[in-house]
Nanobody
Framework: QVQLVESGGGLVQAGGSLRLSCAAS????????MGWFRQAPGKEREFVAA????????WYADSVKGRFTISRDNGKNTVYLQMNSLKPEDTAVYYC????????????????WGQGTQVTVSS
């Protein structure tokens, strides 16, 4: 099992930036891919971005492409989500997740989840 702790959420004005961090511990070697998902009130959880631990390949949802950047620091077992040009519709609880091989954008691919961090973007 992998333990994940997110941090970096907060309140920001539209057009601003935030950087989320996800610190992983435990059986991190068993994780093939790290992802960020988000869930807004009354909405389904949705895929945001993902990165492969070893090779650094990245994937993004169309809604965040060009504004968000996912990265990792293998030495620190930490994944980051740099969020720029934030919009009110980016408001959600953001979750970090660790998983094995599978469909990158599917929640079922990810076995372990963090507790989430709130991001609120005011207009």
């Amino acid at each position: 099992q992998v333990q994940l702790v997110e941090s970096g959420g907060g309140l920001v004005q539209a057009g601003g930036s935030l950087r989320l961090s996800c610190a992983a511990s435990g059986r991190t070697a068993s994780s093939y891919i790290m992802g960020w998902f988000r869930q807004a009130p009354g909405k389904e959880r949705e895929f945001v971005a993902a990165i492969r631990w070893n090779y650094g390949n990245t994937w993004y949802a169309d809604s965040v492409k060009g504004r968000f950047t996912i990265s990792r620091d293998n030495g620190k077992n930490t994944v980051y989500l740099q969020m720029n040009s934030l919009k009110p519709e980016d408001t959600a609880v953001y979750y970090c997740a660790a998983g094995g091989a599978g469909v990158v954008g599917a929640s079922a691919t990810y076995r372990d989840w963090g507790q989430g961090t709130q991001v609120t973007v005011s207009s």
